[in-house]
Structures are given as structure tokens and as C-alpha cells.
């Protein structure tokens, strides 16, 4: 039971931090049920099924506050589908010595992806000249959701990395786009898993609390994505992937309990100094926005 209270925890937050910066939902639920020594497969069933209820509120409190390209979500879930599909099903076939290795490379990668993208892009606002051409979307779409199925996380880290990127969409319609375009994705894993797996392979209670946590997290992080600070937030969850997946790789490759440890924390040493260093280049940004009015000012 008090798993399962601190599941809906972790749900809760990753939504919260999903919902607000369009990604690591996934990466941050695969990541502490990896850790807490569920199988790879196993744990991204969890992760998905528990999608298909967080994203479907997620989607619908976007659209309600006018944050979903649906010309861009309309192109995306087919091949988002169809990745996820084929990632399900291949890593329900793989051994579990085999996948948990390969999916904390994946989760890794994708944690310190997420770093980069807020710590040294510093979320900035691109600009915008139109949509994002279909030629653009659909591989994308097909690409983050395989990856999105094998590593239990990919579909936000990639598409809005890549959204954002682009300088088509405006943040807030790439977020409340690529939250809503993984319902499908999560359906599309789903029935992978299920058709890999069995019902039986599923651990239903993971998925639900997550579910429920995820839920209650959704309407709030749609409210708040214009108002919460992406570097300093980005950045803390990048970094717990990155702490968490490298203990799970070390352990995976036989490296010596001091070894882990002692990786373990200078990881977090560095990302908590990552996170000070955000915090601090998030006030700065802040004081230089206030100054900018002066200035104007002062020189009409």
C-alpha cells in the first residue's frame, strides 16, 4: 500500500512537470520503477497505460485554454501510434538482463538531453514562421514513439525538444500539442505491451496509482505552463534521471557498490549545482525583463 501512495506521488509530480514542460512524464515514472526493481517491460507498460488516462485530461485541459495545434497533433499520432507499437513489442521480446542496460542508456540520454535543452538553451523562445511541415512531423513522430515505448520516455524529451526547435509553434501550443498527441501514443504502446506481455505481465496497481496521481496533476500543469520557470523545473527533473539511470547502469554492468556510490554523488553534487545555477540565471533573466521598460523609457 505504501508503494502504491508513493506511485500516485510520483505520478503526480511527473504529470506536473509533464504538463508544464511537455515532457519526462514517462522518463521520470520509468526511471523510479526501475529503480525500485521493476522489470523493463513492465515498467513501461505501467507507464503507458497510465498514459492513457493523464494525457487524455492533459489534452483536454489544453484544449480548453487554447494550447493544441490540432493540425500538428492531427499528423503526429499515426506514426506516434505505430512507433510505440513496434517499441512495445520489441522490448516485450527482449531478455531483462538484456533491457534493463539498454533502457538506462535510452533513459540516460534522454535525462541528460532534457538538461541541455533547459540549462543551456535556458528555454529560450524561439521565433516562429508557420507550421511544422509534415515531412518534419511524421518521422519525428515515428522515431519518439518507438523510443518512447523501449526507454518508458521519449515522446515529450523528443518531440518538444524538436518542436521547440524548429521555430514553428509558439511554447505553449508545442507543449499542450505534444501532451495531447500522446494519448495515441499511449494507446498504440499499450496494446504492444499487452499484445507482448499479456494482461497477466501487467502490474495494474502501478499503473493506476500513477493514473491517479497523473489525473489530479493534469488541469493544474495546463494552467500553469505560462507561469512556471522551464529552466529551473527542466532541469531538476533532468538531473533525478540522470542520478537514477546511472546508478541503475553502473549496478547493470557490475560495478563495485563503493564505485556506484561514489558516482552517485558527484551526480548529485552536480545537479544540485546545476539547479542553484538555473535559479540564479532564471532571476537574472528575470531583473534584465524588468529593466527592459526602463530603458525604453528613458530613451523615448
Not at 487524455?56 to 485541459?61: K, T
Not at 514553428?168 to 504502446?189: H, M, N, W
Not at 505552463?225 to 533532468?238: F, P, Q
Given at each position: 500500500m505504501r508503494k502504491l501512495i508513493v506511485l500516485g506521488v510520483v505520478g503526480l509530480i511527473a504529470q506536473l512537470i509533464d504538463g508544464s514542460l511537455g515532457m519526462a512524464y514517462g522518463v521520470t515514472s520509468s526511471t523510479l520503477l526501475l529503480a525500485a526493481g521493476v522489470a523493463p517491460a513492465a515498467a513501461s507498460a505501467a507507464v503507458h497505460f497510465s498514459e492513457?488516462?493523464?494525457?487524455?485530461?492533459?489534452?483536454?485541459?489544453h484544449h480548453k485554454l487554447g494550447n493544441v495545434d490540432w493540425r500538428t497533433v492531427s499528423i503526429l499520432a499515426l506514426p506516434g501510434f505505430v512507433g510505440a507499437f513496434l517499441g512495445a513489442t520489441l522490448l516485450s521480446n527482449m531478455d531483462a538482463a538484456v533491457a534493463k542496460p539498454v533502457v538506462a542508456v535510452i533513459l540516460l540520454s534522454l535525462g541528460f538531453y532534457v538538461v541541455y535543452r533547459f540549462l543551456r538553451l535556458g528555454g529560450a523562445r524561439p521565433t516562429f514562421k508557420g507550421h511544422p511541415s509534415a515531412a518534419f512531423l511524421a518521422p519525428m513522430g515515428l522515431v519518439a514513439g518507438t523510443l518512447d515505448a523501449v526507454g518508458g520516455g521519449g515522446w515529450g524529451p523528443v518531440g518538444t525538444t524538436s518542436l521547440l526547435s524548429s521555430?514553428?509553434?509558439?511554447?505553449?501550443?508545442?507543449?499542450?500539442?505534444?501532451?495531447?498527441?500522446?494519448?495515441?501514443?499511449?494507446?498504440?504502446?499499450?496494446?504492444?505491451?499487452l499484445f507482448g506481455l499479456g494482461a497477466a505481465?501487467?502490474?495494474?496497481?502501478?499503473?493506476?496509482?500513477?493514473?491517479?496521481?497523473?489525473?489530479?496533476?493534469?488541469?493544474?500543469?495546463?494552467?500553469?505552463?505560462?507561469?512556471?520557470?522551464?529552466?529551473?523545473?527542466?532541469?531538476?527533473?533532468?538531473?533525478?534521471?540522470?542520478?537514477?539511470?546511472?546508478?541503475?547502469?553502473?549496478?547493470?554492468?557490475?560495478?563495485?557498490?563503493?564505485?556506484?556510490?561514489?558516482?552517485?554523488?558527484?551526480v548529485f553534487v552536480l545537479w544540485i549545482?546545476?539547479?542553484?545555477?538555473?535559479?540564479?540565471?532564471?532571476?537574472?533573466?528575470?531583473?534584465?525583463?524588468?529593466?527592459e521598460p526602463e530603458l525604453e523609457t528613458a530613451t523615448a
Open positions: 492513457i488516462g493523464t494525457s487524455l485530461v492533459s489534452g483536454a485541459s521555430g514553428r509553434l509558439e511554447p505553449r501550443k508545442v507543449v499542450g500539442s505534444i501532451d495531447t498527441s500522446e494519448f495515441v501514443v499511449a494507446v498504440g504502446g499499450s496494446l504492444g505491451f505481465g501487467i502490474n495494474w496497481g502501478y499503473a493506476g496509482a500513477l493514473l491517479a496521481g497523473g489525473v489530479i496533476a493534469a488541469p493544474i500543469a495546463a494552467w500553469l505552463v505560462k507561469h512556471l520557470a522551464a529552466r529551473v523545473l527542466g532541469t531538476a527533473a533532468g538531473g533525478l534521471i540522470i542520478l537514477t539511470n546511472s546508478k541503475t547502469l553502473l549496478e547493470a554492468v557490475g560495478v563495485p557498490g563503493v564505485g556506484v556510490a561514489v558516482t552517485a554523488a558527484v549545482s546545476a539547479i542553484v545555477w538555473a535559479v540564479k540565471q532564471e532571476r537574472l533573466s528575470k531583473a534584465s525583463r524588468a529593466d
